[in-house]
């Protein structure tokens, strides 16, 4: 995304990466946990001066760049899509940095034992000795755990299980 590309340059070339990395990640947190943000940001009704208000009131706390881009957002008609920008700007930061992004879905939480196992398993396939691990828990997998990272994923579910089982008896009959 354009926007988040931009951001990131002029991050780098003020050195201020990290600070916007922090700031992105807020956006984002912020924006995906308020239903009310996200339906403020999509109304066509809203005046374009009462959004960029509002986010700024919100994020009041965050650099002057991100104060910048949610002005250039707004004034484009874009407020729609600062959940977006931020979202790519941490996957571009992440990427120029070398750090790898894995999400781990179990039907339990992790145990802070098993939760290092994954890490270091994590590590090992990546090559990569920074490494963001998210977890989520999803009681329909039954057992087992789902690993993505980056593209690739690898369900060891119990529920994937029952659906290859599930395969084999349909071709069997």
Known sequence: MRYAKAILQTANDNNTGAVLFGDMKSVN????????????????????????????????????????????????????LLGQVAESYISLYNDEHGVKVASVTTAVPLSQEL????????KELTGSEEVNLTS?????????????????????SIANQFRKLKREFSKSI
Request: a positive charge; hydrophobic letters at 40%.
């Open 29 to 80: 947190d912020t924006i995906k946990g308020s239903r009310e943000l996200q339906a403020v940001l999509q109304s066509p009704v809203i005046k374009a001066n009462d959004k960029q208000e509002a986010l700024l009131k919100i994020f009041s706390g965050q650099s002057s760049t991100t104060h910048s881009l949610i002005r250039i957002l707004v004034e484009n008609k874009r407020a729609s």
């Open 136 to 156: 989520e828990i999803d009681p329909s997998i039954i057992g087992g755990f789902i690993l993505r990272v980056g593209d690739v994923q690898y369900d060891a």
């Open 115 to 122: 939760e290092s196992r994954v890490m270091a398993k994590v």
